[in-house]
């Protein structure tokens, strides 16, 4: 069993439509990144949290420590959304365990 | 102001060559971290820097790979007698330190081509 499950693994939807991608963990963390990775490969930190909710323009991450499942959500999707969508956990050394990557496709 | 460049962007090789991959941190982030994405696969971890040193190393696949960094700079990650298996996307991030709660900044990664 992977130690970061992401789901789901591919995710189509209309633009406008409200997105929510999941992210369950099995190790003790420190912290938590939601990270976006464009065709073409270039990778950018969305989010890093450790507790509650952040929101940063449409975007929303949330954290439930006790049952180690975080979420990330889209209001509002446009296809320049259209990315993978990684969630990764702070290994003890500060490294990053990656889940497999949620690729989202949003349709005009 | 610059963020983290790798180089080569590409790199092809032939089975068997040495290949050096070169990652400029984030001046003054004395925390550096190397990653591979292999086609089709998730992200790894590869190896981790705390200014020049390097506590953890258990990422790295095998002993043809290598990694160090001078001067709490810039770092070079050394593939010795390539295999295809090696084909990969190799990324460098830094953050300011080693503890958590920093944000890593990703480098756009060097493209692997093992022929």
């Known amino acids: 069993k992977n130690e970061v499950e992401q789901s789901p693994q591919n995710l189509t939807a209309q633009e406008g439509e409200f997105i929510t991608i999941n992210c369950s963990y099995s190790v003790g963390i420190s912290a938590l990144h939601w990270l976006q990775q464009h065709p073409g490969g270039g990778i950018v930190s969305l989010f890093m949290?450790?507790?509650g909710k952040k929101k940063h323009g449409r975007l929303i991450a949330t954290i439930n420590i006790q049952e180690k499942h975080s979420s990330l959500h889209i209001t509002a999707s446009h296809p320049r959304d259209s990315a993978v969508y990684i969630c990764?956990?702070?290994?003890?050394?500060?490294?990053?365990?990656f889940g497999k990557g949620t690729k989202l496709s949003v349709k005009p | 102001g610059a963020g983290v460049s790798q180089s080569p962007s590409n790199k092809v090789t032939e089975k068997g060559k040495d290949v050096e991959l070169r990652c400029d941190p984030i001046?003054?982030?004395?925390?550096l971290y190397w990653y591979r994405q292999s086609l089709g696969q998730g992200l790894e971890f590869l190896i981790y820097?705390?200014?020049?040193?390097?506590?953890?190393k258990s990422g790295l696949p095998s002993d043809r790979f290598s990694a160090e960094r001078t001067g709490g700079s810039v770092s070079t990650l050394t593939i010795q007698r390539t295999q295809q298996e090696d084909s990969a996307v190799y990324l460098c991030?830094?953050?300011?330190?080693?503890?958590?709660?920093?944000?890593?900044?990703f480098g756009p990664g060097t493209r692997l081509t093992v022929l």
């Open positions: 949290l450790s507790s």
């Open positions: 001046s003054g982030h004395t925390a």
């Open positions: 820097f705390q200014g020049n040193s390097a506590p953890d």
């Open positions: 991030a830094s953050s300011p330190d080693y503890n958590s709660y920093n944000e890593q900044f």
């Open positions: 990764a956990v702070e290994g003890s050394q500060g490294n990053l365990i």
